[in-house]
Structure formats: C-alpha cells, structure tokens
C-alpha cells in the first residue's frame, strides 16, 4: 500500500505549512492516521493522530499551532502547521495504523519540513 505525502518545504520561522496524505480509501476503516517527525539525530515521535471516526490528539510540543484532518471519502489526511518555529524542522511521515483485526501499520515516504529562524 503506497501512502503519498506532500507540501513540505522550507518557511521562515512563524510561517505556515499544509501537509496531505493519501491513501487508499480501502484501508481507513477501524484505523487511525497519523503524522511522525524525525529529526536528525533523534527517534521518530509523534505529531498528531486522528482515527477514522474522527476523533484527535495532538502532541504537547505542537497543541495550538498544528492541527490534523482528515477526508474519509477522498482518502486524504492533512497537518495544519502554523506558528512554526527551527524545532519543527524534520521529516515528516504520514502513517495509517489499524491494531484490531486484520491489523496493519503502512508508511509514507516522508517530506521534508525545514523552518529558518
């Protein structure tokens, strides 16, 4: 299963970025997609998760400056990404993850999010 994420880039520190995801449609059901972010020389963590019956959280460091959606019938997940500051700066992967049966976990490729200060 191919996941396809796009719209990072390089944004002065407080600018904004949108990240998407897609993904088949087929997969959604009783999961629930998320975004990770690595940084060099740390482990992957984190961002924010959504499950498909819409329900969020998002990690401490990010609460009132991200925010993830999601477009069931599209097959399409987003990160709002405002107030960014050189801390953001990291791959970021989207990631679609079901624990019940049949469980799965499929990953994005990544996309580079870079923030100036």
């Known amino acids: 299963v191919q996941l396809q994420a796009s719209g990072g880039g390089l944004v002065q520190a407080g600018g904004s970025l949108r990240l998407s995801c897609a993904f088949p449609?087929?997969?959604?059901?009783?999961?629930?997609m998320g975004w990770y972010r690595q940084a060099p020389g740390k482990e992957r963590e984190l961002v924010a998760r959504i499950t498909s019956g819409g329900t969020s959280d998002v990690a401490a460091s990010v609460k009132g400056r991200f925010t993830i959606s999601a477009d069931n019938s599209k097959g399409m997940v987003f990160l709002l990404m405002n107030s960014l500051v050189p801390e953001d700066t990291a791959i970021y992967y989207c990631?679609?993850?079901?624990?019940?049966?049949?469980?799965?976990?499929?990953w994005g490729r990544g996309t580079q999010v870079t923030v100036s200060s």
């Open positions: 990631n679609v993850k079901r624990t019940i049966t049949p469980t799965y976990t499929f």
């Open positions: 449609k087929s997969i959604i059901g009783g999961a629930t």
